[in-house]
């Protein structure tokens, strides 16, 4: 190839001092949201300049882990365990040989996963080349700590794109659907399935069960953030958050009736904003209301999921909140039902099929009712999956999982063309 006369951001060829990692536009940058990211590192400098960034005050809420090897490497592990947001790749690969060496990677990279690229070559074809079939960065290491800091967040904290996190809201057709309890198993089967950060918000202030759900006691939650919305800040929100699992924070509702809880229209909407700011995804448990900001809520989010049981009552309701939904959501696709309960020993029911013929949609779910299973779950403070993660409640609350996130089940996701391959590694 030609000689390229002018440089692909990164580092000249010599290793970065560690004093030098002091320089550059530090105080531009703006903290990274709750992300998960993936370093393999080929060289002890490598190494070395992301250990120093795991440890910067902008990295507080990302979830970094680092691995000795290459692409190879990456391939190796993803092929059984899903895929972070982040993918860092440090490789020595020349360019006639990278896209070739990505293909593996590719066949096991879930299509909403970001990859940067630390090479050995100044090549600007090669850059191009790697932008073009979905790569997010390719930087000539090494690398000083201040550009990788910034190629990350051009890519999760850009001023002027849509907010990075996804928003789920739960809400019942009818009280007592188990609309709450399908919210939180599917907020922690994603959190744990994909290794993603998830904020589970409990919009239930006076009867909310996630923290008895999780078995926490938080001393303050979503009250603070509803009542307060001028303090709501990134640190004021990280005051605010229970820890739940690895990946799962959780903006608890107070559960008591120490006062009205009556809100306007936009009152939530300070409080969504920042969480689809700071988690890759945001599940929003809503009470079974119809008002003003419920209504305001299932207008904004990204998804609606309506839980219901196989009775009269709530056919009428699921009914018309199909068709509610629809003039409030008139670009979006209709909301996913989710159907609970089904096969209770001696209740009347409908026929699931019965049931969704006149809705005109097919359900995302089908849960049976198993008392001792859900039972168990509730007294314990432990998710499903937590209590017989091998059971088909279990199983059916992965799948909807992956059907919320827009992910495919990494087994499906094999052969494809190199070009297909290579775009799952790019933005969705």
């Not at 403070?381 to 088909?392: F, N, V």
Request: negative net charge.
């Amino acid at each position: 190839m030609s000689a390229i006369n002018y440089e692909i951001r990164g580092a000249s060829a010599e290793e970065v001092p560690d004093d030098l990692e002091k320089g550059g536009d530090f105080e531009q940058l703006r903290p990274l949201p709750r992300i998960s990211i993936h370093a393999f590192c080929e060289t002890e400098a490598m190494q070395r300049m992301m250990d120093r960034m795991s440890r910067d005050r902008r990295m507080a809420k990302v979830n970094l882990r680092m691995t000795n090897g290459g692409i190879e490497a990456a391939a190796n592990m993803f092929s059984g365990t899903p895929t972070p947001n982040l993918i860092i790749l440090e490789t020595d690969a020349e360019p006639k040989n990278l896209l070739s060496e990505l293909a593996p990677l590719a066949e096991v990279c879930d299509p909403s996963t970001r990859v940067i690229i630390v090479g050995r070559y100044n090549d600007i074809a090669l850059y191009r080349e790697l932008i073009r079939n979905g790569i997010s960065e390719y930087l000539v290491g090494p690398v000083a700590m201040a550009d990788m800091l910034s190629s990350v967040a051009q890519i999760f904290v850009d001023p002027d794109a849509e907010p990075l996190g996804r928003s789920i809201a739960f809400i019942g057709a009818k009280g007592g659907v188990g609309a709450s309890t399908i919210a939180h198993n599917c907020a922690f089967g994603i959190s744990s399935l994909f290794s993603t950060e998830t904020i589970l918000a409990d919009l239930d202030l006076p009867f909310g069960t996630a923290n008895i759900d999780f078995d926490q006691d938080p001393p303050q939650g979503i009250a603070e953030a509803v009542f307060a919305p001028e303090r709501l800040d990134e640190v004021f929100l990280d005051r605010l958050l229970t820890k739940c699992s690895e990946h799962l924070s959780l903006l608890a509702a107070p559960s008591l009736l120490d006062r009205a809880y009556d809100f306007d229209s936009a009152a939530f909407q300070p409080v969504i904003d920042i969480l689809q700011r700071n988690a890759p995804v945001a599940v929003l448990d809503l009470p079974h209301v119809w008002n003003d900001w419920t209504r305001a809520v299932l207008a904004d989010v990204d998804e609606v999921v309506i839980c219901a049981v196989p009775d009269l009552a709530n056919l009428r309701n699921t009914k018309n909140m199909l068709d509610a939904l629809k003039k409030l959501r008139p670009n979006d696709a209709a909301p996913r039902l989710v159907l609970n309960q089904v096969g209770m020993p001696k209740r009347p029911e409908i026929a699931p099929s019965d049931f969704i013929e006149p809705l005109e949609i097919e359900p995302a779910a089908i849960l049976q009712f198993d008392a001792q299973l859900f039972g168990s779950a509730a007294n314990s403070g432990r998710m499903i999956s937590e209590i017989d993660g091998k059971s088909p409640t279990a199983e059916t609350f992965s799948q909807l999982a992956h059907v919320l996130t827009g992910r495919v089940a990494m087994k499906k996701a094999k052969r494809a063309g190199l070009g297909k391959m290579l775009g799952m590694l790019g933005r969705k």
